[in-house]
């Protein structure tokens, strides 16, 4: 399959994709933050070191150990109180997606487009893959993580360089056309986008499958416990309000059910009503990383 990618994708897109250069790396302070995250030695004291760094991603630790999901009496007024009340696990995935909002900028989208959905999308389904993962055993839950968040590099790509083939496609959804149908007559198909990326970058052979496949695990060649942890996790964001229109299920595609049958419907239910609860009260933060974000705001809805 990967070998006729090119041939499907928008000609000019497909150029374009050979000449961008690999963005603006994620800030050092995360790749420190991650080093120390993976070192059981690590302390709180040789986190805030790091994140003192940084001002805004300062602001941004003791902003999450004060919000509403932890629902504490007393504010945390220190980095080390604030990374102690989060945890290593939430830091990490907040260094993440400061890394993200920094690379890619969502805040300037095409009008029709739900700029902010895509951000809270993807690190809603970053969360829970991670959940997933922890819950099967089946993949490194920091690995689900990452997948998680980058599962969309397509379409992010689609928003921030390639606005004129987006508001294309925006047109052809406004005539009530399934994105699915419209990514295919114009050639924009974001999976195999944001796998020409991918690759063209150099980036990890299991985020390359997972990119590619994330609607699709049944057929993929490769990683495939990691690309159904990923899908599983975008189906169940799909049953919360943080879900995407154009990130719906192909009709034939695999339930959850047909590709991970030793999770139990239990096992799924648990992960689905702690997802609800928690995404709206993370949401808030994640909001605050990214800054204003133009383009259509829609209201967080249930969407499948």
């Known amino acids: 399959m990967t070998a006729n990618i090119e041939s499907i994708i928008d000609p000019q897109v497909s150029s374009r994709i050979k000449e961008i250069g690999r963005l603006s790396t994620l800030p050092q302070v995360t790749w420190e933050l991650m080093r120390l995250l993976g070192d059981e030695n690590t302390t709180p004291d040789d986190l805030q070191k790091v994140v003192e760094q940084d001002p805004a991603l300062s602001a941004k630790v003791i902003s999450l150990g004060n919000s509403a999901y932890y629902g504490l ?8 109180r604030a990374i102690v009340i989060i945890g290593f696990k939430e830091l990490e995935f907040l260094a993440l997606g400061l890394g993200l909002a920094d690379t890619f900028d969502l805040r300037k989208v095409p009008h029709g487009f739900d700029g902010e959905g895509l951000w809270l999308h993807s690190l809603s389904v970053s969360w829970t893959a991670r959940e997933v993962a922890a819950a099967t055993r089946l993949v490194d839950p920091g690995e689900a993580m990452l997948a998680g968040l980058l599962h969309n ?15 294309r496609l925006m047109n052809y959804v406004n005539e009530k056309r399934s994105f699915l149908e419209a990514e295919a007559d114009l050639g924009l198909w974001h999976e195999a986008i944001g796998y020409l990326l991918a690759k063209n970058w150099g980036m990890p052979k299991y985020l390359q499958d997972v990119i590619l496949y994330h609607h699709r695990p049944d057929i993929a060649t490769g990683s495939k416990s990691t690309v159904e942890v990923v899908n599983l996790a975008i189906q169940l964001v799909s049953m919360t309000d943080f879900g995407l229109e154009h990130e719906t299920q192909p009709a034939d595609s695999p339930t959850y059910l047909d590709i991970m049958p030793k999770m139990n419907k239990d096992d799924k239910e648990k992960i689905l009503e702690k997802i609800k609860i928690t995404l709206p009260l993370m949401a808030p933060t994640w909001l605050q990383m990214m800054g204003p974000i133009s383009g259509t705001k829609k209201p967080r809805r249930r969407t499948g």
């Open 73 to 80: 009496r007393t504010p945390a007024t220190t980095i080390s």
């Open 153 to 167: 590099l397509g379409q992010i790509m689609l928003v921030t360089h390639f606005t004129v083939q987006l508001q």
